[in-house]
């Protein structure tokens, strides 16, 4: 894999003041051919569109515009690379870092967030034909069985992948819980579970439904700190098998039960409803029968809590996310996700914003990920390795720049006048908690 160089890129070969929009050219590389006119225009317009982001676009054979003062550079390697960013800059960028085909000068990350604030100050500039040919197409959720080829295709990667860079106290793959930055992955993540356990109000005894468990950390957590026993759905057969073999060695069978089944098919009562990351994959429409699985679950005096990632406003998941990362995905925005509730007649009791949360998460997944690359490339290769090098960079991105949220809601049946009258309880450390 090329490593990212701290340099802004090669500057101009004379010494003079250049313009954020300025343009130079440098030695075209042995046996490449110059880029023409029309394609020098091109890139000079693309950096228009995107806002003058302190971004320097450099082409295959030297030509540059934005600043030579820029901290970061953008490479295109080859002609075609360039149209194929002109064509659906969403899809393109991914497919083209990939490949290593596009190159990245500087850090990664910060170069995302540059880039999502500026291109979405532009949005609404650009002209109607261009905003329809650069447009997302939306998805609004899968049937049973496109949502299980969905789920095996992220989620079934492989057990040892994932454990090189989640946590390895409850392995979790959701956004943790920092009340500190000086806690570990580890603390924040079992901070995290209390902090949804104590939302919930759990007591002894009670009966919990898990929709999406991945791999079982949550029910585990309930069983043996709260005394309270779990039936978790999920449809990932390598997470399910996971948990499985883990709840035995804890001595938990008799209290966690993991079902490889449909959210759809959830059945029995319970005292309280968690759905932890799950929501992501169900999309808008199918809303309705997730509320009508809690309905008729959940009992009048229970208590729900729903943990998803979130936008402020509707808006299609990135397309080359979609096709290469999350098949099949839908982040709702808050007034799509008050729709789940309003279908299930339930009362909002408690929405929590954890966005910044999660842009700590994704720092710690980041640095085990890239510390783990050698490991990972050999088991995939390197497309593979830089796919999810650029995927963690700009989720991570998306959460410092705002363009995703973390949205935690806890709700109750409509006539229910068993809820919380403070948040009081709440509030004391999680993390002591977590320790224990």
């Given at each position: 894999?090329?490593?990212?160089?701290?340099?802004?890129?090669?500057?101009?070969?004379?010494?003079?003041?250049?313009?954020?929009?300025?343009?130079?050219?440098?030695?075209?590389?042995?046996?490449?051919?110059?880029?023409?006119?029309?394609?020098?225009?091109?890139?000079?317009?693309?950096?228009?569109?995107?806002?003058?982001?302190?971004?320097?676009?450099?082409?295959?054979?030297?030509?540059?515009?934005?600043?030579?003062?820029?901290?970061?550079?953008?490479?295109?390697?080859?002609?075609?690379?360039?149209?194929?960013?002109?064509?659906?800059?969403?899809?393109?960028?991914?497919?083209?870092?990939?490949?290593?085909?596009?190159?990245v000068h500087g850090d990664l990350t910060?170069?995302?967030?540059?880039?999502?604030?500026?291109?979405?100050?532009?949005?609404?500039?650009?002209?109607?034909?261009?905003?329809?040919?650069?447009?997302?197409?939306?998805?609004?959720?899968?049937?049973?069985?496109?949502?299980?080829?969905?789920?095996?295709?992220?989620?079934?990667?492989?057990?040892?992948?994932?454990?090189?860079?989640?946590?390895?106290?409850?392995?979790?793959?959701?956004?943790?819980?920092?009340?500190?930055?000086?806690?570990?992955?580890?603390?924040?993540?079992?901070?995290?579970?209390?902090?949804?356990?104590?939302?919930?109000?759990?007591?002894?005894?009670?009966?919990?439904?898990?929709?999406?468990?991945?791999?079982?950390?949550?029910?585990?957590?309930?069983?043996?700190?709260?005394?309270?026993?779990?039936?978790?759905?999920?449809?990932?057969?390598?997470?399910?098998?996971?948990?499985?073999?883990?709840?035995?060695?804890?001595?938990?069978?008799?209290?966690?039960?993991?079902?490889?089944?449909?959210?759809?098919?959830?059945?029995?009562?319970?005292?309280?409803?968690?759905?932890?990351?799950?929501?992501?994959?169900?999309?808008?429409?199918?809303?309705?029968?997730?509320?009508?699985?809690?309905?008729?679950?959940?009992?009048?005096?229970?208590?729900?809590?729903?943990?998803?990632?979130?936008?402020?406003?509707?808006?299609?998941?990135?397309?080359?996310?979609?096709?290469?990362?999350?098949?099949?995905?839908?982040?709702?925005?808050?007034?799509?996700?008050?729709?789940?509730?309003?279908?299930?007649?339930?009362?909002?009791?408690?929405?929590?914003?954890?966005?910044?949360?999660?842009?700590?998460?994704?720092?710690?997944?980041?640095?085990?990920?890239?510390?783990?690359?050698?490991?990972?490339?050999?088991?995939?290769?390197?497309?593979?390795?830089?796919?999810?090098?650029?995927?963690?960079?700009?989720?991570?991105?998306?959460?410092?720049?705002?363009?995703?949220?973390?949205?935690?809601?806890v709700f109750a049946p409509g006539d229910?006048?068993?809820?919380?009258?403070?948040?009081?309880?709440?509030?004391?450390?999680?993390?002591?908690?977590?320790?224990?």
């Amino acid at each position: 894999m090329r490593r990212e160089s701290a340099q802004p890129g090669q500057p101009p070969t004379q010494d003079q003041q250049q313009t954020s929009a300025a343009a130079t050219t440098v030695a075209t590389p042995s046996g490449s051919r110059s880029a023409t006119r029309a394609e020098r225009a091109l890139l000079q317009r693309l950096h228009q569109l995107a806002g003058g982001p302190p971004v320097r676009l450099r082409l295959w054979d030297g030509f540059a515009v934005g600043s030579p003062a820029a901290r970061f550079t953008l490479v295109l390697n080859d002609r075609r690379a360039l149209y194929e960013l002109l064509r659906h800059p969403n899809i393109g960028f991914g497919e083209l870092y990939s490949r290593g085909r596009l190159e990245v000068h500087g850090d990664l990350t910060e170069l995302l967030v540059e880039l999502y604030r500026h291109i979405g100050r532009m949005r609404g500039a650009w002209p109607g034909w261009l905003t329809a040919l650069w447009r997302d197409p939306p998805r609004n959720g899968a049937g049973p069985g496109d949502a299980r080829h969905n789920i095996h295709r992220h989620y079934d990667l492989g057990n040892a992948f994932y454990r090189r860079w989640l946590d390895t106290a409850a392995m979790q793959y959701t956004c943790a819980y920092f009340e500190t930055r000086e806690l570990s992955l580890e603390q924040a993540q079992l901070a995290k579970l209390e902090h949804v356990c104590r939302k919930l109000r759990l007591q002894p005894g009670q009966q919990v439904i898990e929709a999406g468990c991945g791999w079982g950390g949550l029910a585990r957590y309930m069983a043996r700190h709260y005394g309270v026993r779990v039936r978790a759905w999920n449809i990932s057969r390598e997470q399910v098998a996971w948990a499985r073999e883990q709840a035995a060695r804890e001595g938990l069978e008799d209290r966690v039960e993991y079902i490889e089944d449909d959210y759809r098919n959830i059945e029995g009562r319970c005292d309280a409803f968690v759905s932890v990351g799950m929501l992501e994959h169900v999309g808008p429409a199918n809303y309705g029968a997730l509320a009508e699985a809690i309905d008729r679950t959940l009992a009048p005096g229970g208590m729900g809590l729903i943990h998803t990632i979130g936008r402020n406003r509707p808006a299609p998941v990135n397309a080359w996310i979609e096709k290469r990362i999350f098949p099949g995905t839908h982040v709702p925005s808050i007034t799509e996700l008050m729709g789940l509730f309003e279908a299930g007649g339930f009362s909002v009791l408690d929405v929590e914003n954890l966005r910044l949360h999660y842009a700590e998460t994704l720092r710690h997944w980041q640095a085990r990920y890239l510390a783990a690359r050698d490991a990972v490339r050999a088991d995939y290769d390197e497309e593979f390795v830089r796919a999810w090098t650029l995927y963690l960079a700009g989720a991570r991105a998306a959460f410092i720049a705002g363009t995703l949220q973390l949205f935690q809601v806890v709700f109750a049946p409509g006539d229910s006048n068993r809820v919380p009258a403070t948040r009081r309880d709440l509030y004391a450390s999680a993390a002591v908690r977590a320790d224990a």
